[in-house]
């Protein structure tokens, strides 16, 4: 059934072959979060004890997909449910950490647009209709903007990148709180278009004047789709560079037991005033009894932990090395999977 689920999302599961050296004739198969599909596609690249396949199906189909052990691990950007641990003994380990970059698609706009949180939200309620707004030409002074009309673009598969958008509009804006809310699948309403998967919105943006969605930047890198300077609690408007990130996972000065962290619009002090508000930590999902692959998925998990996180080309996909603290209590959790 799950691998006639993937076939009728037109999925296949890519198996990459090592770039030197001989692999192990272990193989191990993951599927989940389309989000750190390109930095899983590194690591399986570089990692040399295993071959390592990973369908990008979203992070609702990962969860379903390990919590039926269909496959070795999952992967979601969202964290566990406490429905989900209840149905899955499984552990959620922090391996990944990146940003989710606002991208749009308006012919005749000058580039480095701005934008903040409160608009990013009026506009997926469905109350900012036209580019040319004048909330957004305010904060845009000096730039053009023309009179586009807006289509906002959203995951319609269950995405841990709705997730952390939603989780974020959900802090900015009371009213996006009250009528839409935070959560991996949620209802716009009869606002945009609905696409699957990160690939599947980003094609649609660059293909819909007007476009504007919510996407891991990794694929808006890859697709050359511009992206929003979005204004953080500080006032500022950011981009999701590597150091904007870094400050956004300086939040975190303990790890929760269950590893459930969130690190949307830091405040507007220290070493946060710098932060991007659209920042998440992205989780491999196992279980407890891996089986008879135990020590192969945990070989390969303890390296895309330590080795992997400096892996070529990470940075250049604008994922960040996870912070110290994280990378133990990760590494510790692990320890539970057997």
């Known amino acids: 059934m799950f691998l006639a689920a993937l076939l009728a999302l037109g999925v296949a599961a890519a198996l990459v072959a090592g770039t030197a050296g001989a692999r192990s004739t272990v193989s191990l198969k ?16 570089n990692y040399k004890a295993a071959e390592v396949s990973y369908s990008p199906i979203g992070s609702g189909g990962g969860v379903n997909a390990i919590t039926a052990k269909q496959v070795d691990f999952g992967a979601s950007d969202a964290p ?9 003994p499984c552990v959620q380990i922090p391996w990944a950490l990146s940003a989710t970059s606002v991208a749009y698609n308006i012919p005749g706009a000058s580039p480095g647009l701005r934008i903040t949180g409160p608009i990013i939200a009026d506009i997926y309620l469905g109350k900012i209709d036209f580019w040319d707004n004048a909330k957004i030409k305010k904060i845009n002074q000096g730039k053009t903007i023309p009179h586009v009309k807006i289509t906002p673009v959203f995951r319609s598969d269950a995405s841990g990148t709705t997730y952390n958008f939603t989780d974020y ?3 900015v804006s009371k009213e996006f709180k009250n009528k839409i809310g935070n959560g991996t699948q949620v209802d716009f309403g009869h606002t945009g278009i609905g696409a699957r998967g990160s690939s599947g ?4 943006v660059k293909q819909t004047p007007g476009g504007v969605t919510y996407v891991d930047v990794a694929y808006s890198l890859k697709n050359h789709i511009k992206f929003f300077r979005v204004q953080n609690a500080a006032k500022k408007f950011v981009t999701p560079g590597i150091r904007a990130i870094q400050s956004a996972a300086s939040l975190v000065t303990k790890v929760p037991a269950n590893n459930e962290m969130h690190i949307v619009d830091p405040p507007a002090k220290g070493k946060y005033v710098n932060a991007y508000p659209i920042c998440t930590f992205t989780y491999v999902i196992l279980q407890k009894s891996t089986g008879a692959n135990a020590e192969a998925v945990k070989s390969f998990v303890k390296w895309a ?7 070529e080309g990470a940075q250049k996909l604008l994922f960040v090395p996870i912070p110290k603290l994280v990378q133990t209590k990760a ?8």
């Open 169 to 171: 509009l959900s802090k």
């Open 305 to 311: 932990l330590t080795k992997g996180q400096t892996v």
């Open 331 to 338: 590494l510790k959790t692990l320890t539970q999977v057997h």
């Open 80 to 88: 566990l449910t406490h429905d989900q641990f209840g149905a899955c």
């Open 201 to 204: 919105v980003a094609n649609t």
């Open 30 to 45: 993951g599927a989940g979060s389309s989000f750190v599909a390109p930095l899983v596609g590194l690591w399986s690249q």
